[in-house]
């Protein structure tokens, strides 16, 4: 089975612009979750998505949504960006809801996202 | 909110040596999980625990929960530099937000 494909690795940005995100999870899976990993804050849940709708949020402000389409595939929207989001963000897809029983997260290999 | 401490942040041990983190939770846990990033790479899932008191062993690694089921962790015997990472432990299942610990980030001398 093929992994969790993030899509860009790399991205460079000006502050104010905004930036979208693509996840692919690993086929079968409905649930798509994503985080920001930054060397301070280690990683902070953003949202998660279940069969097309958004079951939770973390603590991030309005500029940061995201949604999933009927095929699972997932993507994360952060408008007006600022120099704090420059960081790591990773998606994680799973069988069933996050962290729940035997349902385990499998992480792509993250976006890395520089503001300047 | 439901938080989840992880201590220590850091530990460097000489190879060979023991390592442990440890992970508290505030709220009773339905179930817990154990993930390792090395560097560079991303979070891999390593087990999960889900009954009082469970123990779950993988070669050299430990893995407890507590008996009130608020508390895990994982212990390393004999560090190998192949251990070198980060470790979190990572809550989640059922309508909560999904909550890593702050994770432990080992080092090793050789």
């Known amino acids: 089975k093929a992994g969790v494909t993030q899509t860009p690795r790399y991205l460079i940005k000006t502050r104010g612009q905004q930036v979208t995100l693509s996840c692919s999870p690993i086929s079968g899976h409905r649930s798509v979750s994503w985080y920001q990993q930054t060397p301070g804050q280690g990683l902070q849940f953003l949202f998660e998505?279940?069969?097309?709708?958004?079951?939770n949020k973390g603590n991030f402000p309005g500029r940061f949504s995201g949604r999933q389409f009927s095929n699972s595939r997932s993507e994360m929207n952060v408008s007006t960006l600022e120099l704090g989001d420059s960081a790591l963000y990773l998606c994680a897809s799973s069988l069933g809801t996050g962290g729940s029983y035997n349902s385990p997260l499998h992480f792509g290999n993250g976006t890395r996202l520089t503001v300047t | 909110g439901q938080q989840v401490m992880q201590i220590p942040q850091y530990q460097h041990v000489q190879e060979g040596e023991d390592f442990t983190t440890y992970c508290n939770s505030s709220t009773t846990l339905s179930n817990i999980q154990w993930y390792k990033q090395r560097p560079g790479g991303h979070p891999v899932f390593l087990i999960q625990?889900?009954?009082?008191?469970e123990v779950k062993k993988q070669k050299r690694l430990t893995f407890q929960f507590g008996e009130a089921k608020k508390n895990s962790s994982l212990h390393i015997t004999a560090t190998q530099t192949t251990d070198v990472g980060t470790y979190f432990c990572y809550k989640g299942g059922g309508a909560q937000k999904l909550v890593f610990g702050q994770g432990t980030r080992l080092t090793i001398n050789p």
């Open positions: 625990l889900v009954k009082s008191g």
């Open positions: 998505y279940f069969s097309e709708t958004q079951r």
